[in-house]
């Protein structure tokens, strides 16, 4: 079966970084997702990994682990409007191109 | 552009009663997806469709559901009848290509009372 971790939780105040995780256990694997989702809002998409390594794109930085089956978010300067849920999906080769979810962060920024 | 549409976005009914949510894709996109978010629980695929065919429905819950898209433009998700743990929010998903980067909608809210 398939098995995505994160962590509830967490919180940090605005200008820190933070490093949300993600670990998953999983036949096929070919690629990870993270999403962002504001309360009542639509998922929107952050970055995705299908190699080993870091992608930077702004404020966030995704990276991938595949031998490790581990994953993280890292968002910089935090703001205020980065308090949110944030998704971990992967994509399976034997599931076509549907997204298998974790069940997300909720991240609290505070002042 | 326009983003992903779905509508309404809150429903609430009584069991035993029909629903009938609606999901507009971006223009262009042969792809779409219905997945659904029970309370407590993860984001669970439901189904997939490319233009207007069934790719992949095996996230499909039970036969009281029932995905159409005619014509391979907007989608209708039926739920009949509706139970009380079909409750939760569903959202709809559109991409280009299937590979890479859905555009989601906001999700309908349905509480089955």
């Known amino acids: 079966g398939q098995n995505i971790d994160q962590p509830t939780e967490m919180t940090a105040t605005e200008g820190a970084i933070v490093q949300i995780n993600c670990t998953y256990q999983?036949?096929?694997?070919?690629?990870l997702f993270w999403y962002q989702q504001h309360a009542g809002e639509a998922p929107t998409f952050l970055s995705y990994?299908?190699?080993?390594g870091l992608e930077e794109k702004g404020r966030f930085s995704s990276f991938l682990s595949r031998s490790k089956g581990y994953s993280y978010l890292l968002l910089k300067e935090l703001q205020m409007k980065d308090s949110a849920s944030y998704l971990c999906?992967?994509?399976?080769?034997?599931?076509?191109?549907?997204?298998?979810f974790g069940k997300g962060t909720t991240l609290s920024v505070s002042s | 552009e326009a983003g992903v549409t779905q509508f309404p976005s809150h429903s609430v009914i009584e069991k035993g009663q029909t629903v009938t949510l609606r999901c507009d894709p971006i223009?262009?996109?042969?792809?779409l997806y219905w997945y659904r978010r029970v309370m407590g629980k993860e984001i669970k695929f439901l189904l997939h469709?490319?233009?207007?065919?069934?790719?992949?429905e095996s996230g499909m819950p039970n036969n009281r559901f029932l995905a159409e898209r005619t014509g391979g433009t907007y989608s209708t998700l039926k739920v009949q009848p509706a139970e009380l743990e079909d409750s939760g929010v569903y959202f709809c998903?559109?991409?280009?290509?299937?590979?890479?980067?859905?555009?989601f909608g906001s999700g309908t809210r349905l509480t089955v009372v």
């Open positions: 998903a559109s991409s280009p290509d299937g590979n890479y980067g859905y555009t």
């Open positions: 999983t036949s096929g694997f070919n690629g």
């Open positions: 990994n299908v190699l080993d």
């Open positions: 999906a992967v994509i399976r080769r034997q599931a076509g191109t549907a997204l298998i």
């Open positions: 223009s262009g996109h042969d792809n």
């Open positions: 469709f490319v233009k207007e065919s069934k790719q992949d």
